[in-house]
C-alpha cells in the first residue's frame, strides 16, 4: 500500500508576496488586468448584480496587499460546505497575497462563480475565448486527424509500438509546438518508410527542441508494454487522463486516447474534466462534446475523417471512453488529499493516470516549495496506481530535474519556469 502523502520532508507553500516573482504577477496584475478584464469585455448577460460583483472583486485584486479573504457566499454550488472548510483558517487572517499561491488563485475563479451566477444559469464567462480557441486550430486539428489512420497493434510490432506511442505522448504534452509535417501519414508515405519517419519526429522531439527537461517516455511504454503482455482474457485494461485544456490540447488528448485503444494498449479511457469554469481554458464536459460536435461539422465533405469522429461517438456510445466531472479537480488541495472514491478507483481499476497540465501538476506536488532536485517518486510515492505527469512549465515549481539541466534551461531562457516552452514527462510506477 502506498502511502497518503509525499515520503520526501513537506517544504512550506508556495505564497504570492514576492515582488518578482510569477505568483505575486498572477495575483497583483495579471488575473485582474487580463483575465478579469477580458471576461467583462467579452461577455453580454451580466445583470446589475453580476455587474457589482465583478467590481468588488476588482477592487479587492488591485488592492490584493491589503484586501482580506472573505467567505464564498452560499450559492447553492455542491461545493459550498468544502470550500467553506478549505478557507476556515484564511478568511478574514491572510490578503490574497500572504494565503497560499494556489489557494488564492482557485478562490478568484470560485468567486467568479458565483458573481457570474454559475450555478443558477450555467453560463461560462470563458466561452468566446474557447470557441475561438479550437475555431483557429482547424488547419492544425485536420492535418492530425489525418494521423489517426493505420495505428498499429502494439502486439504486432513493439519497435513501431513505441514510437506510435511516444509520438501521441508528445503531441498530448506539446501539441502544436511539434513539427507535425515530420510526423508521417498514412497516406503521405509508404507502410515500409512509416518506422523510418517515426523514428525521425521522436528523435526530432526530443532531441533537437532540446527542452524536454525530464524525459521518462521510454519507462511509460515499458510499463505499458509489460502489463499488455501480462494481460488475460478477462482483463479491462483503463487509462485515464486528468484533463487540463480545451480546444487543440484537448483534441490532442483525444487523438492520443484514440491511440490506445487503437492499438491495443487500453481497452477504456476516463476523462476527468471540470465540474465548473476554471483558469479560463480549463475543459469541462461540454467542451469535451462540442468539440466533437464542431469537427463534425467541419468535416462534412470529408467522409474519411467524419468516420474517425463517428468512432468517437462509437466509443462514447459503448463505454470505450467516458467522461467524468468532479468539483475536486476545481479545488486548491494537493493531489494527496484526493477524495476516497477517486484514490479506491483509482487503485482498483486504473492501469496509468496521465496527468496533464501546469495547474494539476502544481497540486499533484501540493504547490510546495520544492528543491527541483526532488526526485518525482519522492513526492509522488502516495499515488494510488501509475502516474505520468505531461506538463510545460507556466509557474515556479518543479522537481525530478537535474541540476545540469537547470542550468542549461537558464542560460537559454531567462523565463524558462513560466514561459510554457520547456517541459518534463515524469512517469512513477507505484508500489
Not at 494565503?99 to 444559469?121: G, K, N, Q, S, T
Request: glycine share 4%; net charge negative; hydrophobic share 40%.
Amino acid at each position: 500500500m502506498p502511502m497518503e502523502w509525499p515520503r520526501a520532508p513537506l517544504p512550506p507553500p508556495i505564497c504570492s508576496d514576492q515582488p518578482g516573482t510569477w505568483a505575486y504577477d498572477t495575483l497583483t496584475r495579471r488575473i485582474r488586468t487580463e483575465i478579469l478584464a477580458r471576461v467583462w469585455r467579452e461577455n453580454d448577460f451580466f445583470d446589475t448584480d453580476t455587474v457589482a460583483s465583478l467590481q468588488v472583486l476588482s477592487n479587492e485584486l488591485e488592492a490584493a496587499k491589503e484586501s482580506v479573504l472573505t467567505p464564498i457566499p452560499n450559492d447553492g454550488g455542491p461545493d459550498w460546505e468544502k470550500w467553506k472548510a478549505i478557507l476556515s483558517n484564511y478568511v478574514g487572517r491572510y490578503t490574497w497575497l500572504t494565503a497560499p499561491y494556489c489557494l488564492a488563485e482557485f478562490y478568484f475563479y470560485r468567486r467568479l462563480m458565483v458573481a457570474v451566477h454559475w450555478f443558477r444559469d450555467r453560463r461560462d464567462p470563458f466561452q468566446k475565448q474557447k470557441e475561438l480557441g479550437i475555431q483557429g486550430s482547424l488547419e492544425t486539428m485536420f492535418s492530425l486527424l489525418r494521423r489517426l489512420k493505420g495505428i498499429g497493434v502494439v502486439q504486432n510490432d513493439k519497435e513501431r509500438g513505441k514510437l506510435e506511442l511516444i509520438s501521441f505522448l508528445f503531441l498530448s504534452l506539446w501539441g502544436n509546438r511539434l513539427d507535425l509535417s515530420l510526423w508521417p501519414s498514412v497516406s503521405e508515405t509508404e507502410e515500409a518508410d512509416t518506422q523510418r519517419k517515426l523514428y525521425q519526429f521522436v528523435e526530432q522531439t526530443t532531441t533537437e527542441s532540446n527542452k524536454l527537461l525530464a524525459n521518462d517516455s521510454d519507462k511509460v511504454f515499458q510499463y505499458l508494454y509489460s502489463s499488455l503482455m501480462r494481460k488475460t482474457g478477462s482483463t479491462r485494461r483503463r487509462v485515464d487522463i486528468v484533463v487540463d485544456n480545451a480546444g487543440l490540447e484537448l483534441f490532442c488528448d483525444m487523438c492520443f486516447a484514440h491511440y490506445l485503444i487503437q492499438s491495443g494498449v487500453a481497452d477504456e479511457i476516463l476523462f476527468h474534466l471540470k465540474a465548473h469554469p476554471l483558469f479560463v481554458s480549463d475543459a469541462m464536459e461540454k467542451d469535451f462534446l462540442y468539440t466533437i460536435r464542431y469537427l463534425e461539422e467541419m468535416t462534412m465533405d470529408k467522409p474519411e475523417w467524419l468516420s474517425i469522429l463517428k468512432q468517437w461517438r462509437e466509443y462514447l456510445q459503448t463505454g470505450q471512453w467516458r467522461t467524468l466531472e468532479d468539483y475536486f479537480w476545481c479545488q486548491p488541495c494537493a493531489f494527496w488529499e484526493m477524495p476516497n472514491s477517486i484514490r479506491q478507483d483509482w487503485r482498483d481499476n486504473c492501469l496509468l493516470v496521465i496527468v496533464k497540465g501546469d495547474a494539476n501538476y502544481r497540486r499533484l506536488l501540493g504547490d510546495l516549495n520544492w528543491d527541483k532536485n526532488t526526485p518525482f517518486e519522492d513526492i509522488v510515492n502516495y499515488f494510488p496506481t501509475a502516474i505520468c505527469a505531461l506538463r510545460t512549465l507556466k509557474s515556479e515549481i518543479l522537481c525530478g530535474v537535474s541540476t545540469e539541466n537547470q542550468e542549461y534551461a537558464k542560460s537559454e531562457d531567462p523565463r524558462w519556469m513560466v514561459s510554457g516552452e520547456w517541459a518534463v514527462v515524469q512517469f512513477y510506477r507505484g508500489e
